[in-house]
């Protein structure tokens, strides 16, 4: 393996170890987490180890996308070394409950290798399961300070079961500092017995400079949902609350984008329920191409069941949208009567009554004013200083 010496010219030393860093099979893969990456490269030096499934390329039906072990991602004009290790994904049922060992079992050897030549002050881990647990297994064997970040919106899943409560205590309980996305995140964790309660909120955050603002439109007509295709986010309800906007005389659009296994489900929905003429399934986009389709829409609707954060509502509000969401954890912490909507979850009544009281406000709605709330709350550069803050606490506790 081949290590470059980073320059001489910052101090600071940091690994981000994230198994959902983009990768070329899955570009889009929480590009967020690459986003505060190039913010971080401007005051450190940020090494990348994304850890990769073995024959991802084939889960993912693009056989002829290679992953390479090493490559140069360019970020805010600079180059940043991402390492992808490869680790064993079998079937959920059979591998779940040792992926995080595994995990550390195969990708230790790229973070020893690396921290020698890079001696690492410290490393940030994103999510707690499986790359927290397999994270501060590294980092302790190697006598490393590290960060978790958890964004985990089903964490609770875990933190609900023995075994898995263990290993996630264990890594929280290390770990130097403990990060959480969310209000609700954090209250998840803090009421699981034995976990340090000492517990920071961060919320993500958007890069506002790439994002354009809409246009002012004189009615709420055209709608977009973002993300994963998986009942967790809802979609199903959303698609009966159209049902009952429809009979009363209410049409509105919907654009789906995003792809899943949930798919087949609501296409046939749409066809059962009468609304092919009014819903579109367009697939995956890259991150890129998201922003760029953003300002064509009125409204965001996100009707998860469970959300740590919700970052696809600050990209429509940083374009100047309302948002029509649930009160479904993350949400909460980001959505305000001046931005948008929120309604109680898995209600197919309460999104169509939410979708009413949106339409009814809509002249109340000002795209620079959501714009502004957006950059006040959730700028990228505000949410890098912040962890940047952390970040030197750490470092200087350690030295």
Known sequence: ?????????????????????????????????????????????????????????????????????????????????????????LPKAILDPVVAQLMALTTFHCVSRLHRCLSFDLVQINWGFPDGVAGAMICRRLKLPYIITEHQ??????????????????????????????????????????????????????????????????????LVYIGYLTPAKGIQYLLQALTILKAKGQNYSLDIIGNGAFMPVLQRMVK????????????????????????????????????????????AMACGLPVLSTYSGGPESIVTPETGVLVKPGSDSALAQGLAHLSERWASYEPDQIRAYCRAHFALENTCARLSEVFISVAGKHD
């Open 153 to 222: 919106g089903g964490i609770s899943e875990y933190l609900d079961k023995p075994y898995y409560q263990k290993l996630l205590r264990d890594a929280y309980n290390h770990a130097a500092s403990l990060i959480t996305v969310s209000e609700s995140l954090k209250q998840t964790i803090v009421k699981t017995p034995g976990i340090k309660k000492d517990i920071t909120v961060i919320p993500n955050g958007i890069d506002l400079n790439l994002m354009s603002l809409r246009e002012k439109r004189t009615q709420l007509s055209k």
């Open 272 to 315: 059962d329920l009468n609304l092919l003429e009014y819903i579109r399934f367009l697939g995956l986009y890259t991150a890129e191409e998201v922003r760029k389709a953003l300002p064509d829409y009125d409204a965001l609707v996100l009707p998860s069941l469970i959300e740590s954060f919700g970052l696809v509502l600050i990209e």
């Open 1 to 89: 393996m081949v290590v470059e010496q980073a320059s001489s010219g910052k101090s600071m030393r940091v690994l981000i170890y994230s198994h959902a860093y983009p990768n070329p099979v899955e570009e889009s893969r929480s590009a967020f987490v690459r986003e505060i990456v190039g913010q971080l490269s401007e005051k450190m030096n940020v090494t990348v180890v994304a850890p990769v499934p073995y024959f991802l390329n084939r889960q993912r039906k693009k056989p002829q996308v290679s992953i390479p072990f090493h490559r140069k991602d360019t970020l805010a004009g600079r180059m940043i070394d991402v390492y992808h290790p490869r680790y064993l994904l």
